[in-house]
C-alpha cells in the first residue's frame, strides 16, 4: 500500500498525493493545493511544530530516548551534566570535552550580587520560589546584554553555560529567601547536584556534605526530567525564541509554563491526594469514587504514555534507595496500594492508565525534605538543558515564527454605539 493520502478539492475536482513522512503529512504540501485552509487543531495535538533530532518518544510502547540513548542507561550510567552536554551538543563528551563542560559550567554558578541583593531581596517575605525563580530568569537578560546577539555562535554558547549553570544558585536563593534563610554561595569545589543541595541546606557548616546516596538519587531524577520532547514549556521556548528574543526572556517564559498545575505542579498533587486518602484502608473507596467520576488518580494516565512511564520505572527504584537513607515516606505505602489496586483494575487497564514520572517523584522530594513549593524549580533547573537544546536547535533550523490561524467565532460586524446609548 502506497504510503500518501490523496487530498481532492470537490470544488474544483483537483486532487494532490501527499507522501506520509514518519508518520505525518506536510502542510507545505496540502497549502500547494489547498491555500488558505486550515486545520482546527486546538492543543496543537495533531499538529507537529517542527521537526526535532533532541528525544525521541513512543507512547505506545514506553520508551524514551535523548539523542538516540535510551532513558534508563543514561539513567544507570550517566550523570546530569554528561546529559546536558549531550542535548546541546547531540553527542557525549570525550574526557576531554566533558572535563571542560564541567569546568564552564562550574565557574559561571555565581550569580551577579544585584540579583540577589537588589531584586531577589526585593520579594514579599513569603513570595513562591517558583515565581521568584521565574522572574529571575527573565532579570538576567538584563545583566547579560550581549545575549541579544543570539547568532554569535561564542555568545549563544555562554548564555547556554550560564543559564544551566545559575539555575540551581537562583533555586537555591528564592528557597532560602522564602524560608527567611540566608543565601549561601556556590561552592565550586562541588559536583553540580551536591553543590545544589548545599546551596538548599548548609547551615553553619564551613563545607556541606551531602548524603551521597541522595544527591546520586537528585541526579539520577535531574537526567529525567531533562527533556520530554514538545511539552507545554518547550513550547513556549521555541514559540518565544521564535521571534528571536533573547534566552534569558525565553527560559522565564518557559518556566512560566512550567509553573502550571498541568505541567510542573502534578507531583504536588499527588503528595495532596494521598494525603487526603490518610491510610491504606481508605484506598479502595478512593479508587470507586474516582471511577464513578470523582476526580482523578493523580499521577496516573498521559497525553502521550499509553504503557508504564519508562521515567516511573526508574523513579520507583530510586525511591527505593532514597527511603533507605530518609526513612520511608508515610505516604509511600498508600501510593504502592493504589498502583496495586489500579494495575489490576478493568477501568484503568481499559484506558491504559499507567503511573506517570509525578507518582513517585512528589514522595522522593518530600522525603528528602524538599517543600512542596520547590517541586516545580526541582523541574526547572534540569529542564533547562532541554529547553535551551530546542531554542539551539530551533535557530539553527532558521524557523519562522511561530504564528497559528485561529477560528474566529465572535461577533459580526457592528457599529460602535455611544455609551450613553448602550
Ligand atoms: C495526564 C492527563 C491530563 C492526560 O489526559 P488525556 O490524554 O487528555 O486523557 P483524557 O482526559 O482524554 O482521559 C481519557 C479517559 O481516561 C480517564 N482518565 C484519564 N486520566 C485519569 C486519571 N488520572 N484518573 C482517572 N481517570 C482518568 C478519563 O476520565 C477518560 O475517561 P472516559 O473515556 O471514560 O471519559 C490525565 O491522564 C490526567 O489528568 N492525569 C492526572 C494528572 C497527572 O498525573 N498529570 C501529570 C501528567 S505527567
Same mark, same amino acid.
Given at each position: 500500500?502506497?504510503?500518501?493520502?490523496?487530498?481532492?478539492?470537490?470544488?474544483?475536482?483537483?486532487?494532490?498525493?501527499?507522501?506520509?513522512?514518519?508518520?505525518?503529512?506536510?502542510?507545505?504540501?496540502?497549502?500547494? &493545493?489547498?491555500?488558505?485552509?486550515? #486545520?482546527?487543531?486546538?492543543? $496543537?495535538?495533531?499538529?507537529?511544530?517542527?521537526?526535532?533530532?533532541?528525544? =525521541?518518544? %513512543?507512547?505506545?510502547?514506553?520508551?524514551?530516548?535523548?539523542?538516540?540513548?535510551?532513558?534508563?542507561?543514561?539513567?544507570?550510567?550517566?550523570? =546530569?551534566?554528561?546529559?546536558? =552536554?549531550?542535548?546541546?551538543?547531540?553527542?557525549?563528551?570525550?574526557?576531554?570535552?566533558?572535563?571542560?563542560?564541567?569546568?564552564?559550567?562550574?565557574?559561571?554558578?555565581?550569580?551577579?550580587? !544585584?540579583?540577589?541583593?537588589?531584586?531577589?531581596?526585593?520579594?514579599?517575605?513569603?513570595?513562591? /520560589?517558583?515565581?521568584? &525563580?521565574?522572574?529571575?530568569?527573565?532579570?538576567?537578560?538584563?545583566?547579560?546584554?550581549?545575549?541579544? +546577539?543570539?547568532?554569535? /555562535?561564542?555568545?549563544?554558547?555562554?548564555?547556554?553555560?550560564?543559564?544551566?549553570?545559575?539555575?540551581?544558585? $537562583? @533555586?537555591?536563593?528564592?528557597?532560602?529567601?522564602?524560608?527567611?534563610?540566608?543565601?549561601?554561595?556556590? %561552592?565550586?569545589?562541588?559536583? #553540580?547536584?551536591?553543590?545544589?543541595?548545599?546551596?538548599?541546606?548548609?547551615?553553619?557548616?564551613?563545607?556541606?556534605?551531602? !548524603?551521597?546516596?541522595?544527591?546520586?538519587?537528585?541526579?539520577?531524577?535531574?537526567? $529525567?526530567?531533562?527533556?520530554?520532547?514538545?511539552?507545554?514549556?518547550?513550547? *513556549?521556548?521555541?514559540?518565544?525564541?521564535?521571534?528571536?528574543?533573547?534566552?534569558?526572556?525565553?527560559?522565564?517564559?518557559?518556566?512560566?509554563? $512550567?509553573?502550571?498545575?498541568?505541567?510542573?505542579? *502534578? !507531583?504536588?498533587?499527588?503528595?495532596?491526594?494521598?494525603?487526603?486518602?490518610?491510610?491504606?484502608?481508605?484506598?479502595? *473507596?478512593?479508587?470507586?469514587?474516582?471511577?464513578?467520576?470523582?476526580?482523578?488518580?493523580?499521577? #496516573?494516565?498521559?497525553?502521550?504514555?499509553?504503557? =508504564?512511564?519508562?521515567?516511573?520505572?526508574?523513579?520507583?527504584?530510586?525511591? +527505593?534507595?532514597? #527511603?533507605?537513607?530518609?526513612?520511608?515516606?508515610?505516604?509511600? %505505602?498508600?501510593? &504502592?496500594?493504589?498502583?496495586?489496586?489500579? &494495575?489490576?483494575?478493568?477501568?484503568?487497564?481499559?484506558?491504559?492508565?499507567?503511573?506517570?514520572? +509525578?507518582?513517585?517523584?512528589?514522595?522522593?522530594?518530600? @522525603?528528602?525534605?524538599?517543600?512542596?513549593?520547590?517541586?516545580?524549580?526541582?523541574? *526547572?533547573?534540569?529542564?533547562?538543558?532541554?529547553?535551551?537544546?530546542?531554542?539551539?536547535?530551533?535557530? %539553527?533550523?532558521?524557523?519562522?515564527?511561530?504564528?497559528?490561524?485561529?477560528?474566529?467565532?465572535?461577533?459580526?460586524?457592528?457599529?460602535?454605539?455611544?455609551? @450613553?446609548?448602550?
Amino acid at each position: 500500500m502506497a504510503e500518501s493520502i490523496t487530498i481532492t478539492d470537490n470544488r474544483t475536482g483537483d486532487s494532490i498525493e501527499i507522501p506520509i513522512v514518519n508518520g505525518g503529512v506536510s502542510a507545505a504540501e496540502w497549502t500547494k &493545493l489547498l491555500p488558505g485552509l486550515w #486545520f482546527f487543531d486546538a492543543g $496543537l495535538v495533531s499538529t507537529a511544530m517542527c521537526e526535532s533530532a533532541i528525544t =525521541y518518544l %513512543d507512547g505506545e510502547a514506553g520508551i524514551l530516548r535523548y539523542r538516540g540513548y535510551p532513558i534508563e542507561q543514561l539513567a544507570e550510567k550517566s550523570s =546530569y551534566l554528561e546529559v546536558a =552536554y549531550l542535548l546541546i551538543h547531540g553527542e557525549l563528551p570525550t574526557t576531554e570535552q566533558y572535563e571542560s563542560w564541567k569546568h564552564e559550567i562550574t565557574y559561571h554558578t555565581f550569580i551577579h550580587e !544585584n540579583v540577589r541583593k537588589r531584586f531577589l531581596e526585593g520579594f514579599h517575605y513569603d513570595a513562591h /520560589p517558583m515565581g521568584m &525563580l521565574v522572574s529571575a530568569v527573565a532579570a538576567l537578560s538584563t545583566f547579560y546584554l550581549d545575549a541579544k +546577539d543570539i547568532f554569535n /555562535p561564542e555568545s549563544r554558547y555562554k548564555q547556554i553555560i550560564r543559564l544551566i549553570a545559575k539555575m540551581p544558585t $537562583l @533555586a537555591g536563593a528564592a528557597h532560602r529567601f522564602s524560608v527567611g534563610m540566608p543565601f549561601v554561595y556556590p %561552592d565550586n569545589s562541588l559536583d #553540580f547536584t551536591a553543590n545544589f543541595l548545599s546551596m538548599m541546606w548548609k547551615v553553619a557548616e564551613p563545607r556541606f556534605e551531602a !548524603n551521597p546516596v541522595l544527591a546520586k538519587a537528585l541526579d539520577v531524577l535531574f537526567i $529525567l526530567h531533562a527533556d520530554h520532547e514538545q511539552n507545554c514549556s518547550t513550547t *513556549a521556548m521555541r514559540v518565544v525564541g521564535s521571534s528571536h528574543a533573547d534566552p534569558y526572556s525565553a527560559c522565564a517564559a518557559a518556566s512560566a509554563a $512550567l509553573y502550571g498545575p498541568r505541567h510542573g505542579g *502534578a !507531583n504536588e498533587a499527588v503528595i495532596r491526594m494521598l494525603t487526603e486518602i490518610g491510610s491504606i484502608e481508605n484506598v479502595p *473507596a478512593f479508587i470507586e469514587s474516582v471511577k464513578a467520576g470523582h476526580g482523578r488518580l493523580q499521577g #496516573f494516565g498521559h497525553r502521550v504514555y499509553k504503557s =508504564y512511564d519508562p521515567r516511573a520505572k526508574i523513579i520507583k527504584r530510586t525511591a +527505593d534507595e532514597v #527511603f533507605e537513607v530518609t526513612g520511608k515516606n508515610p505516604l509511600l %505505602d498508600i501510593a &504502592l496500594k493504589l498502583e496495586d489496586i489500579a &494495575l489490576s483494575d478493568e477501568y484503568f487497564v481499559s484506558r491504559r492508565l499507567y503511573p506517570n514520572v +509525578d507518582f513517585y517523584s512528589g514522595l522522593i522530594y518530600q @522525603a528528602m525534605g524538599f517543600p512542596m513549593e520547590m517541586f516545580p524549580v526541582l523541574f *526547572a533547573i534540569p529542564r533547562t538543558s532541554g529547553w535551551l537544546a530546542h531554542w539551539q536547535e530551533l535557530l %539553527d533550523q532558521d524557523s519562522k515564527i511561530v504564528r497559528p490561524r485561529q477560528l474566529y467565532v465572535g461577533a459580526e460586524p457592528r457599529d460602535y454605539v455611544a455609551m @450613553a446609548a448602550r
